[in-house]
């Protein structure tokens, strides 16, 4: 039985954990957790509600850790609860994943420290501020550290993670079956192929919120390292 723990978080992207989800509740013999501090249900950014089945106070030990993002990282970069259940949970976890802005998250718990890692493009730049080495790239492996790039990679971390887990062909069998062979209609799905002024608009519409989020940043990662000169 392979125990795999999505975090789940008021502000959470919902698609960030249902895509990884998706994947992941297809594998053999899993048990699958939603953690959070209570039972709670929390309401995402995209206005979903989901439903956490497991306390971190009553969470068991984990095989697999999966960190989403969405805007609620801001806060949970410097919750000293959440950022301790990930602590506790790598000691004996066999892989610990995230989607988008959740390797922010991991980072702030001091688990990118010295890894290769990738996160949303907007958000990449401040993972050295925990150790990492941040690398432009859909998804990333270094050791026991498996991070996606930007919300839909979380189904492509999620395969990735399945051929780790359990084999390759079990891997391509769940592909298989969600029909997952992506031909978008636009090539605007990253900053190398997207039109110049589609990424400007980007850059400007979302710049309050990055802003937001470095602040949240620095001051976690002075935190950890304990640095005020950062």
């Given at each position: 039985?392979?125990?795999?723990?999505?975090?789940?978080?008021?502000?959470?992207?919902?698609?960030?954990?249902?895509?990884?989800?998706?994947?992941?509740?297809?594998?053999?013999?899993?048990?699958?957790?939603?953690?959070?501090?209570?039972?709670?249900?929390?309401?995402?950014?995209?206005?979903?509600?989901?439903?956490?089945?497991?306390?971190?106070?009553?969470?068991?030990?984990?095989?697999?850790?999966?960190?989403?993002?969405?805007?609620?990282?801001?806060?949970?970069?410097n919750d000293a609860v959440v950022l301790e259940f990930l602590r506790h949970q790598s000691g004996k976890a066999s892989w610990?994943?995230?989607?988008?802005?959740?390797?922010?998250?991991?980072?702030?718990?001091?688990?990118?420290?010295?890894?290769?890692?990738?996160?949303?493009?907007?958000?990449?730049?401040?993972?050295?501020?925990?150790?990492?080495?941040?690398?432009?790239?859909?998804?990333?492996?270094?050791?026991?550290?498996?991070?996606?790039?930007?919300?839909t990679s979380g189904i492509d971390m999620a395969l990735t993670l399945a051929g780790a887990l359990w084999s390759d062909p079990?891997?391509?069998?769940?592909?298989?079956?969600?029909?997952?062979?992506?031909?978008?209609?636009?090539?605007?799905?990253?900053?190398?192929?997207?039109?110049?002024?589609?990424?400007?608009?980007?850059?400007?519409?979302?710049?309050?919120?990055?802003?937001?989020?470095?602040?949240?940043?620095?001051?976690?990662?002075?935190?950890?390292?304990?640095?005020?000169?950062?």
């Amino acid at each position: 039985m392979t125990r795999i723990g999505f975090l789940i978080f008021p502000g959470m992207l919902q698609l960030d954990c249902t895509g990884a989800y998706g994947v992941l509740a297809a594998g053999p013999d899993v048990t699958i957790h939603l953690v959070w501090k209570d039972l709670s249900p929390i309401r995402t950014s995209d206005k979903l509600l989901m439903v956490p089945d497991t306390a971190i106070a009553d969470c068991p030990q984990l095989d697999v850790v999966v960190v989403p993002g969405g805007g609620g990282v801001v806060h949970l970069m410097n919750d000293a609860v959440v950022l301790e259940f990930l602590r506790h949970q790598s000691g004996k976890a066999s892989w610990i994943t995230s989607v988008c802005t959740g390797a922010l998250v991991l980072g702030a718990a001091g688990l990118l420290d010295g890894y290769n890692a990738t996160t949303h493009w907007l958000s990449l730049d401040l993972l050295p501020l925990f150790g990492a080495n941040p690398v432009r790239q859909r998804v990333v492996r270094d050791r026991n550290r498996i991070t996606g790039a930007g919300v839909t990679s979380g189904i492509d971390m999620a395969l990735t993670l399945a051929g780790a887990l359990w084999s390759d062909p079990v891997a391509e069998q769940i592909q298989l079956n969600m029909e997952y062979d992506p031909k978008p209609p636009y090539h605007a799905g990253n900053p190398e192929t997207a039109p110049e002024e589609i990424v400007a608009t980007m850059r400007n519409h979302s710049a309050a919120r990055q802003a937001e989020r470095r602040v949240a940043a620095v001051a976690a990662a002075k935190r950890l390292r304990g640095n005020e000169g950062l």
